[in-house]
T-cell receptor, first 111, second 119 residues
Framework: QKEVEQNSGPLSVPEGAIASLNCTYS??????FFWYRQYSGKSPELIMS????GDKEDGRFTAQLNKASQYVSLLIRDSQPSDSATYLC???????????FGSGTKLNVKP | GAVVSQHPSRVICKSGTSVKIECRSL??????MFWYRQFPKQSLMLMAT?????????EQGVEKDKFLINHASLTLSTLTVTSAHPEDSSFYIC???????????????FGPGTRLTVL
């Protein structure tokens, strides 16, 4: 099992809808989790970090962490075409220098 | 968020030449930096972890003699692709981890990437 797993998509949602992106992680991934957005041809950009169980909101983005079930999700409210990108889920291992990335979910927001 | 710069953004070179890519953390000290490679439409692939003042740790299958990494200061790491060949053409991205403090997520911030084309 990969340490962090994501559905590759593509996930298509209409403009204005809620996009829900999910990832699961293994026991090798510890406490800090991250969502990155990567536009085609660009490097990843950190959009959310979450450490504690529950929800963390930042603007139109909400990250959710459920340690018991070992999943992390990202909700994007009022999705815009500019949100179309690949979203990478990542988690830190017990070693501070070990980060595990999922393979990414491609999101298409249709106007 | 923290800022990481990378230079050059794009380089085209002839087969057999060496190319150096610089990665700098601009507003924080990074004891650890990472080098990734990404081929078109593929996932990020970690090449090596670079620690300031010590040797880099390479991932399995990455040739350390071909991809030379030097992390000479807390704000600069360099990747040198030696004797580059067309199959080395790729998008090289560095990242830096924020310092370890009790309240920190130890976040990783990426540079803008370097697109290498070897003719």
């Amino acid at each position: 099992q990969k340490e962090v797993e994501q559905n590759s998509g593509p996930l298509s949602v209409p403009e204005g809808a809620i996009a829900s992106l999910n990832c699961t992680y293994s026991d090798r991934v510890s406490q800090s989790f991250f969502w990155y957005r990567q536009y085609s041809g660009k490097s990843p950009e950190l959009i959310m970090s979450i450490y504690s169980n529950g929800d963390k909101e930042d603007g139109r983005f909400t990250a959710q962490l459920n340690k018991a079930s070992q999943y992390v999700s990202l909700l994007i409210r009022d999705s815009q075409p500019s949100d179309s990108a690949t979203y990478l889920c990542a988690g830190r291992g017990y070693n501070f220098n070990k980060f595990y990335f999922g393979s990414g979910t491609k999101l298409n927001v249709k106007p | 968020g923290a800022v990481v710069s990378q230079h050059p953004s794009r380089v085209i070179c002839k087969s057999g030449t060496s190319v150096k890519i610089e990665c700098r953390s601009l507003d924080f000290q990074a004891t650890t930096m990472f080098w990734y490679r990404q081929f078109p439409k593929q996932s990020l692939m970690l090449m090596a972890t670079s620690n300031e003042g010590s040797k880099a740790t390479y991932e399995q299958g990455v040739e350390k003699d071909k991809f030379l990494i030097n992390h000479a200061s807390l704000t600069l790491s360099t990747l040198t692709v030696t004797s580059a060949h067309p199959e080395d053409s790729s998008f090289y991205i560095c990242s830096a981890r924020t310092p370890t403090v009790a309240s920190s997520y130890n976040e990783q911030f990426f540079g803008p990437g370097t697109r290498l084309t070897v003719l």
